[in-house]
Every structure is written in structure tokens, then in C-alpha cells.
């Protein structure tokens, strides 16, 4: 399957819509989100720099990637949340796969008439 769930980029791995407000005007050189902060591109938390205080921020991801494919580290969106959890989005996509699992017709059961579970069902 894919992850479609992902964000837009552009050939240097940018986003190309802020993915947590919607901002879509960037100068050139931005890294960051000039209207909410978020970064525009999904790097890889890298290394823990205790001397910074912060994480180095390694390498560029696509924008569906949770974790980093050079080094396996979270990615920023993950890490922001900005992605949702891919089991989540695997269990979506395979309902969205068999569109009739559950489907229900209201029409043969009357409410009034909802079993108890824990009663034997009269045949
Ligand atoms: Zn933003
Ligand atoms: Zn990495």
C-alpha cells in the first residue's frame, strides 16, 4: 500500500502548504513557517546536541515519513504529531478496500427488538 497521507513537496523536500496552519506563502530561503513556526521541512531528529541543548535535525524526509529512511530516527512531523499514527492509516485505507464490510442495512432490525447479548437467541 501507500501512505498517501502525507504533505506536498517541492524538489528540495519543502512543503509546499504549512502542514499545521495552511500557510502557503514562503520567501526562498524559509525554513520555518512564518506564520505558526512549524518547520517546512521533515527532517530527522538526528542526534541529541547536549551542549545546544536540541536535536541536529539530520536528513530531509519525504512528507509522509514518520521515521527517517537513512537512519531510522522519528521524523519531525511524526514527532509533531503532524502525521498520524500508520497503523491508524492502515486500518482506514483497508476499510476504504472492502467498502461493504460495513455497511448495514437499519432496515431489518427494529430497535425495539436489540437483542441481549447475554440471552440465547430462539431459533
Ligand atoms: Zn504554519
Ligand atoms: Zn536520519
Same mark, same amino acid.
Given at each position: 500500500?501507500?501512505?498517501?497521507?502525507?504533505?506536498?513537496?517541492?524538489?528540495?523536500?519543502?512543503?509546499?502548504?504549512?502542514?499545521?496552519?495552511? %500557510?502557503? #506563502?514562503?520567501?526562498?530561503?524559509?525554513?520555518?513557517?512564518?506564520?505558526?513556526? &512549524?518547520?517546512?521541512? %521533515?527532517?530527522?531528529?538526528?542526534?541529541?546536541? @547536549?551542549?545546544?541543548?536540541?536535536?541536529?535535525?539530520?536528513?530531509? %524526509?519525504?512528507?509522509?515519513?514518520?521515521?527517517?529512511?537513512?537512519?531510522?530516527?522519528? &521524523?519531525?512531523?511524526?514527532? #509533531?504529531?503532524?502525521?498520524? @499514527?500508520?497503523? $491508524?492509516?492502515?486500518?482506514?485505507?483497508?476499510? @476504504?478496500?472492502?467498502?461493504?464490510? %460495513?455497511?448495514? @442495512?437499519?432496515?431489518?432490525?427494529?430497535? &425495539?427488538?436489540?437483542? $441481549?447479548?447475554?440471552?440465547?437467541?430462539?431459533?
Amino acid at each position: 500500500m501507500y501512505y498517501k497521507d502525507g504533505y506536498s513537496m517541492d524538489e528540495n523536500l519543502r512543503v509546499i502548504k504549512c502542514p499545521r496552519c495552511g %500557510n502557503e #506563502e514562503f520567501s526562498s530561503e524559509a525554513v520555518y513557517c512564518r506564520i505558526c513556526g &512549524t518547520m517546512l521541512f %521533515n527532517y530527522c531528529q538526528g542526534e541529541w546536541n @547536549d551542549y545546544r541543548q536540541e536535536w541536529s535535525w539530520e536528513h530531509k %524526509n519525504p512528507g509522509n515519513a514518520r521515521f527517517c529512511e537513512i537512519c531510522g530516527k522519528p &521524523t519531525y512531523f511524526g514527532m #509533531e504529531k503532524l502525521l498520524l @499514527d500508520w497503523e $491508524d492509516v492502515k486500518v482506514n485505507s483497508e476499510e @476504504d478496500a472492502f467498502p461493504d464490510f %460495513n455497511e448495514f @442495512d437499519g432496515d431489518i432490525f427494529d430497535e &425495539t427488538a436489540a437483542v $441481549d447479548e447475554d440471552e440465547e437467541i430462539p431459533f
